[in-house]
């Protein structure tokens, strides 16, 4: 029951994972801005949360047997960092841009911080439950 009522705090475990690994690749990335040869890696995960949100998070009512079952689980949400292989402009062959990458360094944070307000949310509801018995 309790899980039915909380499973938010589920993906936003997911989410907040996510952008953890994404600091630490954002990192790794301006840490190796004059390594010759390296290639900037980026986290994929904002287009697999869109997916999962424009679908819902309901499983699908099976009503014969021959149905398809599928079931929409927020374990399916996994990141994945992946290089990125474009040509740089750079002689060594270096395609990290520390612009970019501080830009999405204050976005990626300004997304952690909101997910862990809502996560604070969450764990705030709970308690109140459990206090109040209700």
Do not use: C
Request: glycine residues 4%.
């Amino acid at each position: 029951m309790l899980k039915d009522s909380f499973g938010s705090i589920d993906l936003f475990k997911k989410v907040l994972d996510a952008s953890w690994l994404k600091n630490t690749t954002i990192s790794d990335n301006i840490a190796n801005v004059n390594t010759p040869g390296y290639k900037r890696k980026v986290v994929e995960f904002d287009s697999l949360l869109k997916n999962y949100l424009e679908q819902g998070n309901n499983s699908m009512a099976v009503t014969n047997e021959k149905h398809f079952r599928v079931h929409n689980q927020s374990n399916a949400l996994e990141p994945t960092v992946n290089t990125v292989q474009d040509t740089s402009f750079r002689k060594d062959e270096n395609n990290v841009n520390v612009d970019v990458e501080m830009t999405e360094f204050s976005k990626n944070l300004i997304k952690y911080n909101a997910m862990s307000q809502q996560v604070t949310g969450e764990l705030k509801r709970l308690r109140m439950a459990i206090r109040d018995g209700r």
